[in-house]
């Protein structure tokens, strides 16, 4: 052990990661990202090997290092040396989808010295693949997607010879001014007076599920209280889960993305609003909808070229009255989201102790029934070459429903993906969720002017 090892203690965003690792007691998969790539271009696997070993030099979270003596605290190794990487020959696409799913869903063990796997592969078609299954403490989804990305610009300096591509950015760094935050106590301060205030306005919100409202309505009647506006979904044991991955044609994709581009909106408020109207129909068409979103908070040149966690769950609740127009309800959502982006260091965790204070929640209660991520992928993501991205299977998970949704690369549509306890939410549920979440954009991007009222009456 280096006697000058500098040691940091989680940041914020990094311990939201660990509660869900602390809390999941048998199945430990559920804090790690499972991510592949598939390209056109030949690959040289000698090279893209070099390649790799030069990633880790450029890319520090790569070198980070976990450890719990004296409580939890990371490092960044000088230099790692990862072996040879495994290259896989695919006869089928069934053998693929099994082989990655099945790492998946293996646990990699960050605190004994693994921080991820990686694997080269053809694809019974001839094309070629790199996945990289990382654990969440030491990368986001934009991270791994940076990643990604980099790998290929540094891939191709080595192939032609030519000087590496401009440098990342530190995580070191980062992590230094995460922590300053904390303790600015000023600034957590206003923070968290923002988010007092910003639930309290309207009260406390309302439990609305995408299964519908027959678990609020048990709660009430075990706990004897016809008002009451939460309910349990944090469950620890029953954590089975499955992936369900939704297309969606090019002719319905078409009219959404139209619209996100005429207007300028990101798909982080649109389609997080289509889904909005099929939950509020659901539950009684409830205008009150409390979801929790995943944002990455890269906002310097140096976080957004670099890896490492930074994303953090934020509270989005919004009250949509049926009155607003469909272009009105995104304007609004648009108008909260860069409220919220003002105070989005605020701890999550912090949030949640303030946030059962505030309503007399239990610890398993609360109101916001599901995380929405909207991943920016673009056509020129992976610096512009001709991709595909896949994600896999936990198998495990300790929420109800995390939902994500991204543009398709390679058909210019849009893609869904539903990872779902499948003992609180059924395929079922699911398919209607997507479905009603497609009705309610179709028609809305199609026609902003028609009332929300007008959206729920056709989902």
Not at 339 to 352: E, G, K, V
Not at 374 to 385: A, I, R, V
Not at 389 to 404: A, D, K, W
Request: some cysteine.
């Amino acid at each position: 052990m280096s006697s000058n090892r500098e040691y940091f203690p989680f940041t914020p965003a990094q311990e939201m990661i660990h509660f869900m690792l602390k809390y999941s007691f048998f199945h430990k998969q559920v804090i790690q990202i499972p991510a592949s790539i598939v390209v056109k271009r030949k690959i040289d696997f000698d090279i893209m090997q070099k390649a790799v070993e030069k990633e880790i030099e450029r890319n520090d979270c790569m070198r980070l290092r976990f450890e719990k003596k004296g409580g939890l605290r990371q490092y960044f190794e000088d230099k790692i040396e990862i072996g040879k990487i495994p290259v896989i020959s695919f006869k089928t696409q069934q053998e693929q989808e099994d082989f990655l799913t099945a790492d998946a869903q293996k646990p990699i063990r960050c605190f004994k010295g693994e921080t991820y796997r990686l694997y080269f592969f053809n694809t019974p078609d001839g094309r070629n693949g790199i996945y990289i299954n990382v654990i969440h403490l030491a990368m986001d989804a934009p991270a791994v997607f940076t990643f990604f990305a980099d790998l290929l610009a540094v891939y191709e300096a080595l192939e032609a010879g030519i000087d590496m591509p401009a440098p990342l950015g530190s995580y070191r760094e980062t992590i230094k001014k995460e922590l300053e935050y904390i303790n600015n106590k000023e600034k957590v301060q206003k923070d968290k007076e923002f988010f007092v205030n910003y639930f309290q306005k309207d009260g406390e919100p309302i439990w609305n599920g995408v299964m519908g409202p027959e678990p609020l309505d048990k709660a009430r009647i075990k706990k004897k209280n016809p008002e009451l506006k939460s309910c349990g979904s944090f469950d620890p044991i029953h954590d089975k889960a499955e992936l369900e991955k939704k297309p969606l044609s090019v002719e319905d994709s078409k009219v959404i993305l139209d619209f996100m581009n005429k207007n300028s909106i990101s798909g982080e408020c649109v389609v997080q609003l289509g889904m909005r109207l099929y939950v509020g129909k659901i539950n009684h068409r409830h205008e009150d909808t409390h979801f929790l979103v995943l944002s990455s908070r890269r906002k310097t040149l140096n976080d957004k070229r670099c890896g490492g966690t930074m994303a953090s769950a934020l509270p989005w609740r919004i009250i949509l009255p049926e009155t607003l127009t469909f272009a009105q309800a995104v304007d609004k959502l648009k108008v909260l989201q860069g409220d919220i982006m003002r105070h989005n260091n605020y701890p999550f965790l912090t949030w949640l102790e303030v946030e059962r204070e505030m309503f007399n929640y239990g610890m398993v209660d609360g109101t916001s029934t599901m995380m929405f991520s909207w991943f920016p992928l673009e056509d020129d993501t992976m610096n512009g070459w001709e991709y595909e991205f896949h994600s896999y299977c936990l198998g495990r998970y300790v929420m109800p429903l995390y939902t994500y949704a991204m543009k398709d690369s390679t058909t210019g549509g849009l893609r869904f993906a539903y990872l779902h306890r499948t003992d609180t939410i059924s395929k079922e549920n699911i398919d209607n969720l997507h479905n009603g979440t497609v009705k309610a954009l179709v028609a809305g991007c199609s026609n902003p002017e028609m009332t929300l009222g007008e959206i729920l009456d056709i989902i």
